[in-house]
C-alpha cells in the first residue's frame, strides 16, 4: 500500500475514445505529478501541481488533459490518442514540489492504444 | 537538463552477493533520489539523499557531490531485491526530477 491509489489499472483504447485516468492520495500532499513511462525510456515528467495549480507542463500534447480539482484529486483525460502514447502512466505526490521531497507513487495505469 | 546515467543497464547476480549500482550526473544537485520499480510497475522511493550515506535494511545509498556520482548498495541480496533501481537528480534551473534508464536486477536463487 504506498498511499497513493491509482485507477484503472490497465486501460484499452482506440483512438477516437475519450477516456480518464484517476490518481487518489490521503497522504496530506500538496503536490501532485503525472509521469509516463514508454517501454526502455525513462520516467519522463508531464504535468506537476501544487495546491491545485499546474505548476509544469513538460510540453505535453493537448491530447493529454490533466484536471485537479483538490490537492487529493488528479486526473488525466484522454482524446484522440495515437498508438505511440501506449505506455504506463503513473501518479506520484509528495509534501511540495521541490526536488528535495520524496515523492509517492501509484501502481500506474498500463495503457495500450489500438 | 541534468543527464542522469546508470550502470551497468542490466545486472544478473547469484543469491548472496553484494550488489553495486552506480548513477552519475551532469549537474550539481540539491538530492538525488533512488527508486525501485517492480515487474508490476510499481514505484517505492529507497533513498533522498544530498551527502554522505545513508542506511536502510540491506540497502545502502553513497554520493559524493564532487565527483557527481551515486552508488546503490544492497548486501547478502535475494531473489525479493529483484526489480528495477532508478536514479533520479533535478534538472538544471528547474527543480523537477530527470530519471536515469534504470538498473535491471535479477537475483537468482
Known amino acids: 500500500e504506498t498511499g497513493v491509489t491509482q485507477t484503472p489499472r490497465h486501460l484499452v483504447m482506440g483512438m477516437t475514445n475519450k477516456k480518464s485516468l484517476k490518481c487518489e492520495q490521503h497522504l496530506g500532499h500538496n503536490a501532485m505529478y503525472w509521469y509516463k513511462q514508454s517501454a526502455k525510456k525513462p520516467l519522463e515528467l508531464m504535468f506537476v501541481y501544487n495546491f491545485k495549480e499546474q505548476t509544469e507542463n513538460n510540453s505535453v500534447p493537448s491530447r493529454f488533459s490533466p484536471e485537479c480539482p483538490n490537492s487529493s484529486h488528479l486526473f488525466l483525460h484522454l482524446h484522440t490518442l495515437q498508438p505511440e502514447d501506449s505506455a504506463l502512466y503513473l501518479c506520484?505526490?509528495?509534501?511540495?514540489?521541490?526536488?528535495?521531497?520524496?515523492?509517492?507513487f501509484g501502481d500506474g495505469t498500463r495503457l495500450s492504444i489500438l | 537538463k541534468n543527464e542522469v546515467e546508470q550502470s551497468p543497464q542490466n545486472l544478473t547476480a547469484q543469491e548472496g552477493e553484494f550488489i553495486t549500482i552506480n548513477c552519475s550526473y551532469s549537474v550539481g544537485i540539491s538530492a538525488l533520489h533512488w527508486l525501485q520499480q517492480h515487474p508490476g510497475g510499481g514505484i517505492v522511493s529507497l533513498f533522498m539523499?544530498?551527502?554522505g550515506k545513508k542506511k536502510h535494511g540491506r540497502l545502502i545509498a553513497t554520493i559524493n557531490i564532487q565527483e557527481k556520482h551515486s552508488s546503490l548498495h544492497i548486501t547478502a541480496s535475494h531473489p525479493r531485491d529483484s526489480a528495477v533501481y532508478i536514479c533520479?537528480?533535478?534538472?538544471?534551473?528547474?527543480?523537477?526530477?530527470?530519471f536515469g534508464t534504470g538498473t535491471r536486477l535479477t537475483i537468482i536463487p
Open positions: 539523499l544530498s551527502s
Open positions: 506520484a505526490s509528495s509534501l511540495g514540489d521541490g526536488s528535495n521531497q520524496p515523492q509517492h
Open positions: 533520479a537528480g533535478p534538472s538544471f534551473g528547474n527543480e523537477k526530477l530527470t
